[in-house]
């Protein structure tokens, strides 16, 4: 199975012609700079006409719990409530830990953690969240500190995703192991298109490669 996997487009499509077929195609967040509802809603049909089964969660600068209704009344939300597409299951959670400044859609990390201990989940393939986890390397700024989220870390860390695919931090382009857990950060998709691309076979690790 390839996976495509792109984040923080923030408002950047001119690539999505670009980029290559997949099994699956997942996205996580940011699909708009502090964008409207219907800034947002654009932009999520703009995805759609590339790729019509895309799933994804919206990210810290998309229009809080907004932009979740959107992403489920399209058919595109991956949320607290595991899904099965193409033979794995998916798991996400949307917006990220407070920021230095406000955006969105934001969330307290601690009251977060006890939220999300309580999702009566066991394990899941695919765990997708725009924030990333506390430590591993995904989630280090450019002075070289951690800013992750421990909520998230704590939830992968219960959940032992094969792949736990993040974004958010720009600068911590990667892919990391998390515990056993393949971690990846394909950073900002911006105008040239990043994204990562990801090959699993049955019984195999993932294979990852950063465009």
């Known amino acids: 199975m390839k996976i495509l996997y792109c984040s923080d487009l923030h408002g950047n499509y001119a ?12 996205v996580g967040g940011d699909f708009t700079t502090f964008g409207s509802p219907e800034e947002f809603r ?12 895309f799933h994804a969660v919206a990210g810290n600068l998309d229009p809080g719990k907004t932009a979740d209704q959107i992403l489920q009344e399209c058919g595109h939300l991956l949320s607290l409530s595991p899904m ?3 033979g794995v299951t998916l798991m996400g959670v949307g917006g990220s830990h407070q920021c230095p400044r406000p955006t969105p859609y934001e969330w307290n990390d601690q009251e977060t953690e006890t939220r ?28 070289g500190v951690h800013v992750g989220s421990h ?11 094969v792949l736990h695919l ?13 515990n056993g857990t393949v971690l990846v950060n394909p950073g900002a998709f911006g105008e040239e298109g990043h994204y990562a691309l990801i090959d699993w076979k049955p019984a195999e690790a993932p294979s990852v490669q950063l465009h």
């Open 15 to 26: 690539a999505l012609e670009c980029l290559p077929e997949a099994d699956m195609v997942l």
């Open 42 to 53: 654009e932009a999520v049909g703009l995805f759609a006409r590339r790729f019509p089964k």
């Open 84 to 86: 099965r597409v193409e």
């Open 116 to 143: 999300l201990a309580a999702v009566q989940v066991s394990q899941v393939d695919i765990l997708v969240t725009h924030a990333p986890p506390f430590g591993f390397g995904a989630d280090v700024i450019s002075n």
């Open 151 to 161: 909520a998230i870390q704590r939830l992968a860390a219960r959940l032992t995703p």
């Open 166 to 178: 993040c974004g958010h931090i720009h600068e911590a382009a990667g892919v990391f192991d998390e």
